[in-house]
Each structure stands twice: as structure tokens, then as C-alpha cells.
């Protein structure tokens, strides 16, 4: 069972450049979320869709875009990466909103 | 502003003894309440969850117990286990469609 799957698990980026973070489910979830964790501190919600073709903005989606074109698929695009963007992002999906099923996060490190 | 509190960092407790993990929340329209387990280089996996119309849920060897007057959740793991050494995090909601809202998580610590 894949669950959640997240690509890549690492990356470096410099300052300016772009990248996608892949997230994948199987489970056939309407909801899929986008969270970033900075160091001691809980999950933020970058992004969020509550089902194919719909998308909206959690609490931090400044720097950030995402698209909901298959209710497996959301990825999350990062344009001109900054410093403040180094953290660990981690991709979720759930059947309704509770009780959500976490990837196994992707480690950004902006330099 | 931060809604969903966690206000320990860290709890150290020994091998089979229970270890309580507390939580506090300031919006009283949150109506459902969540506890996530995550250990390093992985994801969070969904612990345990209350509704607002209980005060008590069951699972195992854990036990959520929700104060509404007080604004306050904790999680009871008894008997406590070296495997149980995690960070968990207090998550909350309003509403059946809303989204979660995390608190910063305290990282137990069963020593053997």
C-alpha cells in the first residue's frame, strides 16, 4: 500500500531558482493538503483542495502555487526560492478533513 | 496568535508508567480535536481523535480526555513504552469541512 508519496525526499536549491514537489495518493481521497514544518514548530498549511479542480490557500501560501488537475495528483510549486522557504514539507490526503494520511515529507534546503 | 498550545516541549517518563501530554486551545468554536504521533525522517500518523460532545475516548493503551471549559486536551499513554518516544502534536478543527490547526508538538521520552 503507497499511501502518500512524496518526490523527492531532499533537495537544494539556490536563491531564484524553481522547483515542484511531487505528491502523489492511491487512496482516492477528495482531500489533499499542503503543509510546511520549520524547526520546533508545528505544521503550517501552505495549500489545500478539497477535490479535483479545486483549489485554496491555508495560512502561509505566500511564494507558492498548486494545481488539482487529478484527485491523486498535487503538487506544489515553489517560484524564486528564498532562504525562508528551507523547511520540511509534507503532503497529506484524507477522506474528509480529519484524520489525514501524511507522505513521508520532503527536506528543502534554500541557499 | 497561536490557537492550539503545547506548551512542554519535552516529557521524559519511565518505562511503564503513564505519561500525560498536554494540550490547551483558544478558539471555542473548535469541535473536533486530534493527536498526531511523528518519529524523525518520517510523516505524522493520526493517533487518536475526540469530538466535542465527549469527554473521554479509548483506543488501546490511549486515552484522550477533552475539558471544554477549560479550553484543554491531554493525552494519556499508559503503560508507557520505549516505542512510544515521539514528538506528538495536538491538532484542532472547526467544523466538519475546516482545516487542522497544528500545535508545535512535544517530544516524549520512554526510558527503558
Known amino acids: 500500500n503507497a499511501g502518500v508519496t512524496q518526490t523527492p525526499k531532499f533537495r537544494i536549491l539556490k536563491i531564484g531558482q524553481s522547483m515542484t514537489l511531487q505528491c502523489t495518493q492511491d487512496?482516492?481521497?477528495?482531500?489533499m493538503y499542503w503543509y510546511r514544518q520549520d524547526p520546533g514548530m508545528g505544521l503550517k498549511l501552505i495549500y489545500y483542495s478539497v477535490g479535483a479542480g479545486i483549489t485554496d490557500k491555508g495560512e502561509v501560501p505566500n511564494g507558492y502555487n498548486v494545481s488539482r488537475s487529478t484527485t491523486e495528483d498535487f503538487p506544489l510549486r515553489l517560484e524564486l526560492a528564498a532562504p525562508s522557504q528551507t523547511s520540511v514539507y509534507f503532503c497529506?490526503?484524507?477522506?474528509?478533513?480529519?484524520?489525514?494520511?501524511f507522505g513521508q515529507g520532503t527536506r528543502l534546503t534554500v541557499v | 496568535d497561536q490557537q492550539v498550545k503545547q506548551n512542554s516541549p519535552s516529557l521524559s517518563v519511565q518505562e511503564g508508567r503513564i505519561s500525560i501530554l498536554n494540550c490547551d486551545y483558544t478558539n471555542s468554536m473548535f469541535d473536533y480535536f486530534l493527536w498526531y504521533k511523528k518519529y524523525p525522517a518520517e510523516g505524522p500518523t493520526f493517533l487518536i481523535s475526540?469530538?466535542?460532545?465527549?469527554d473521554k475516548n479509548e483506543d488501546g493503551r490511549f486515552t484522550v480526555f477533552l475539558n471544554k471549559s477549560a479550553k484543554h486536551l491531554s493525552l494519556h499513554i499508559v503503560p508507557s513504552q520505549p516505542g512510544d518516544s515521539a514528538v506528538y502534536f495536538c491538532a484542532s478543527q472547526t467544523g466538519a469541512n475546516s482545516k487542522l490547526t497544528f500545535g508545535k508538538g512535544i517530544t516524549l521520552s520512554v526510558r527503558p
Open positions: 487512496m482516492n481521497h477528495n482531500y
Open positions: 475526540i469530538s466535542s460532545i465527549k
Open positions: 497529506a490526503s484524507s477522506p474528509r478533513s480529519t484524520e489525514a494520511f
